[in-house]
């Protein structure tokens, strides 16, 4: 069974351009969790999404948004970049999350972007 | 924002010694995760502890939960070379829509 798949691999972009993050998620799994994690640093919780709906949203500006597709894959969309946003940005996937549930994620390998 | 916190944030130790790791949390959860990371790569599920349990075993992991402390350990036995890697803690908290990370324990282990 295929884990969850990021692309690219890395990539480079310029101050104030976009990117743009793909992840697919394992098969089944209807939830999709982003997350970036700076050089050193531990996970910071961008944004989860579930049968296609933002479910939360972490503590980043508006410049960061996504969006989850009917078969449940899911982009990351970051706009005007910083240099700050140089990270590794991390995506997960999990069986639809029930309240008090067990929600083992399972992560991508995840996508470096170089902010120049 | 972060709800874990591991301790130390560094540990270097020698192969065949046992490593612990500690982290420490703010709020009630339902379950507790344990996540190894190699570096610059994606993170590998190594065991969850739920609120009501207080160890559990696998391999040669052992975590305990001392929910009245809001804390956890992680003690990997007879340490490799290959264990090198850099643990993070997660907590899954009630009434709440993602997981918490900590910012991370690296382990060194030397051959």
């Known amino acids: 069974e295929a884990g969850v798949t990021q692309s690219p691999t890395h990539l480079i972009k310029t101050r104030g351009q976009q990117a743009t993050l793909r992840c697919s998620p394992i098969?089944?799994?209807?939830?999709v969790y982003w997350y970036q994690q700076a050089l050193g640093l531990g996970l910071q919780f961008l944004l989860w999404?579930?049968?296609?709906?933002?479910?939360n949203r972490g503590n980043f500006p508006p410049r960061f948004s996504g969006r989850q597709f009917p078969n449940y894959s899911s982009e990351l969309n970051v706009n005007a970049l910083e240099l700050e946003d140089s990270a590794l940005y991390l995506c997960?996937?999990?069986?639809?999350?029930?309240?008090?549930?067990?929600?083992?994620?399972?992560f991508g390998p995840g996508t470096r972007l170089t902010v120049l | 924002s972060q709800q874990g916190e591991e301790d130390p944030q560094a540990l270097s130790i020698q192969e065949g010694e046992n490593a612990t790791m500690n982290c420490s949390y703010k709020?009630?959860?339902?379950?507790l995760q344990w996540y190894r990371q190699n570096s610059g790569r994606g993170l590998v599920h190594l065991i969850l502890?739920?609120?009501?349990?207080r160890e559990k075993h696998s391999g040669r992991l052992r975590v305990t939960l001392d929910t009245s402390k809001k804390s956890s350990s992680l003690l990997i036995t007879a340490s490799r070379a290959a264990d090198t890697a850099s643990y993070f803690c997660?907590?899954?908290?009630?009434?709440?829509?993602?997981?918490?990370f900590g910012a991370g324990t690296r382990l060194t282990v030397k051959p």
């Open positions: 997960a996937s999990s069986l639809a999350k029930k309240a008090s549930s067990y929600n083992e994620q399972f």
């Open positions: 098969s089944g799994h209807t939830s």
């Open positions: 999404y579930d049968e296609g709906e933002e479910r």
């Open positions: 709020t009630s959860i339902n379950n």
């Open positions: 502890i739920r609120s009501n349990e």
């Open positions: 997660a907590t899954d908290i009630p009434l709440d829509n993602d997981m918490r």
